[in-house]
């Protein structure tokens, strides 16, 4: 099973070859759609995050970040982004418990998941997506088990 995961991700990093694998054809392409019909409403509709999401607000949360390069999205390794979107996510800081960014785990397929990151990577720069790459060469690299 995760081995099918890395397997899939790695055949999206090397150009989208595991279009084979999706139903609905070009992954980023689901991904954009994925995004506008789930992500968009907080995000943004171009991904630009809420306004001054870099302060709290006033419960002592963090607004959703943009995605693109003005964010953090593209420091974080396949992997992460999979856990965040699928468990979701709030910053340890966070005044409140709740889980601000859901989960999205019983809604989305893991399929759905590996398309919306494709699509968030096409938002970034190419150094963004260079760095990002090493971060999952670093995270495979020694491949402990979880
Ligand atoms: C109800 C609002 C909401 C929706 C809908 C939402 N998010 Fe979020 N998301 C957030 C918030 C708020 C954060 C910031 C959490 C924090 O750091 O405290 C966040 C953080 C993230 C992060 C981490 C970014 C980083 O650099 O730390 C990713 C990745 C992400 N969201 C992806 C998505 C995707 C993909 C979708 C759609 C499938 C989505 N989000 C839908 C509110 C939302």
């Excluded at 509709?45 to 390069?69: D, I, R, S, Y």
Aim: hydrophobic share 40%; net charge negative; aromatic share 6%.
């Amino acid at each position: 099973m995760l081995r099918a995961m890395v397997f899939t991700m790695a055949a999206i990093m090397v150009g989208g070859s595991a279009a084979a694998a999706e139903p609905d054809g070009d992954p980023i392409a689901r991904g954009g759609a994925i995004y506008r019909e789930h992500c968009a409403s907080c995000h943004g509709a171009e991904a630009q995050g809420a306004p001054n999401w870099e302060e709290p607000n006033a419960a002592g949360e963090l607004p959703p970040p943009p995605h693109g390069p003005e964010g953090h999205t593209w420091r974080h390794s396949d992997d992460e982004l999979r856990h965040m979107i699928a468990k979701g996510w709030r910053d340890p800081f966070n005044r409140t418990q709740r889980l601000t960014m859901p989960a999205f785990g019983a809604i989305l397929s893991d399929a759905e998941i590996a398309a919306v990151i494709a699509y968030l990577k096409t938002l970034w720069t190419d150094e963004q997506r260079a760095f990002q790459a090493r971060r999952n060469a670093e995270k495979n690299a020694g491949e402990t088990p979880r």
